[in-house]
C-alpha cells in the first residue's frame, strides 16, 4: 500500500517547455487534488477531480491543464512552462468531503 | 475568495514552553482541518473539526473550532523539538469539494 504517489521527484524545465506530472492513488479514493506550495504562500489549489469523470479549477489553474485518467491516476499539463511556475507540486487524494486528505511526496519544479 | 490567514507566521521558542496558533476568516466553514508538515514531505492531517465550539485533544495538543465557525486554535502545552514543522489550517465549505488552506506557521522548537 503505497498511498500517494508523484512522479518525477524533481524537474527542471527551460520556459516554453512542456511536461507532465504524473500522480496516483492506491486507496480507492475519489477526490484528487493538485496544489501547489511557494515559499510563506501555503498550499493553493489548481484543479481537483471530485470524483472520476470530472474536473474543476481551483484557486490558480491558468497555465495548467490536468486529466483524470481513472480512479487511480491524475495528471497536471504545463503546456507551456513559464518561471512564475517554479514551484512544489503536491498531489493529495481523499475518499470524501471533510474526510483526510493524503498527500504525496511533492514534486520540485524550476523553470528557467 | 475566501481567504485563511494564519498567524504567527514564524514561532522560536525554546522545549517546554506552550503556544497558540491562529487560523482566522471572514467565511464560514463547514470543517476546519490541521496539518503538520515537514521539510521534504506532504503535509500529514492532526484533526478535523465540524462543531462551532468543538474542542479536541491529541496528547499535548488542543484544538478549537471557533463558535460561529469562522475562526480555529492549536494549542501545544509544554513543547518539544519534535513538534517543529509547518502547520497549516485548511477549510472547507458547504457545498464544495474544496479544500482552502492557511498560510502557515512555522514553528521551531529549540532544545
Known amino acids: 500500500n503505497a498511498g500517494v504517489t508523484q512522479t518525477p521527484k524533481f524537474q527542471v524545465l527551460k520556459t516554453g517547455q512542456s511536461m507532465t506530472l504524473q500522480c496516483a492513488q492506491d486507496m480507492n479514493h475519489n477526490s484528487m487534488y493538485w496544489y501547489r506550495q511557494d515559499p510563506g504562500m501555503g498550499l493553493r489549489l489548481i484543479y481537483y477531480s471530485a470524483s472520476e469523470g470530472t474536473t474543476d479549477k481551483g484557486e490558480v489553474p491558468n497555465g495548467y491543464n490536468v486529466s483524470r485518467l481513472n480512479k487511480r491516476e491524475f495528471s497536471l499539463r504545463l503546456e507551456s512552462a513559464a518561471p512564475s511556475q517554479t514551484s512544489v507540486y503536491f498531489c493529495?487524494?481523499?475518499?470524501?468531503?471533510?474526510?483526510?486528505?493524503?498527500f504525496g511526496p511533492g514534486t520540485r519544479l524550476l523553470v528557467l | 475568495t475566501q481567504l485563511l490567514e494564519q498567524s504567527p507566521q514564524f514561532l522560536s521558542i525554546q522545549e517546554g514552553e506552550n503556544l497558540t496558533v491562529y487560523c482566522n476568516s471572514s467565511?464560514?466553514?463547514?470543517?476546519l482541518q490541521w496539518y503538520r508538515q515537514e521539510p521534504g514531505e506532504g503535509p500529514v492531517l492532526l484533526v478535523t473539526v465540524v462543531t462551532g465550539g468543538e474542542v479536541k485533544k491529541l496528547k499535548r495538543l488542543t484544538f478549537q473550532f471557533g463558535d460561529a465557525r469562522k475562526d480555529s486554535s492549536l494549542h501545544i502545552t509544554a513543547a518539544q523539538p519534535g513538534d517543529t514543522g509547518l502547520y497549516l489550517c485548511a477549510g472547507t465549505t458547504s457545498g464544495t469539494y474544496k479544500y482552502i488552506f492557511g498560510t502557515g506557521t512555522r514553528l521551531k522548537v529549540l532544545a
Open positions: 467565511s464560514v466553514f463547514s470543517s
Open positions: 493529495a487524494s481523499t475518499k470524501g468531503v471533510q474526510e483526510t486528505q493524503y
